[in-house]
Nanobody
Framework: QVQLVESGGGLVQPGGSLRLSCAASGDILNINAMGWYRQAPGKQRELVARITSGGTPNYADSVKGRFTISRGNAKNTVYLKMNSLKPEDTAVYYC???????????????????????WGKGTLVTVPS
């Protein structure tokens, strides 16, 4: 089974910084892209930042210049460095991965999956007003 596990959320004062981490584990063949999404109370989940396997990032306009997404050396990790945090950044942040994996739960019938979206359970970031 593939799992994404986030860490690094918490309470931070306006103007402060946090670094979120996400690690993917399981029988992963390839990670095509990883990213961070967030969902504030009463709002839809939105893209924060995403980075391809080639290292090309893209950001939501609301976080450009303040947040930086990066991949770890192991390539199965992704980080989000958040600077100059604002109250409107308060949300649950979810890690996402577009990946290819192998399922050999049934060893007589190994299955391969490509371009599948996986999500972490989320980590809460709170910036009080």
């Amino acid at each position: 089974q593939v799992q994404l596990v986030e860490s690094g959320g918490g309470l931070v004062q306006p103007g402060g910084s946090l670094r979120l981490s996400c690690a993917a584990s399981g029988d992963i063949l390839n990670i095509n892209a990883m990213g961070w999404y967030r969902q504030a109370p009463g709002k839809q989940r939105e893209l924060v930042a995403r980075i391809t396997s080639g290292g090309t990032p893209n950001y939501a306009d609301s976080v450009k210049g303040r947040f930086t997404i990066s991949r770890g050396n192991a390539k199965n990790t992704v980080y989000l460095k958040m600077n100059s945090l604002k109250p409107e950044d308060t949300a649950v942040y979810y890690c996402n991965a577009d990946l290819d994996y192998r399922d050999d739960t049934n060893r007589d019938d190994t299955k391969y999956y490509y371009g599948i979206d996986y999500w972490g359970k989320g980590t809460l970031v709170t910036v009080p007003s």
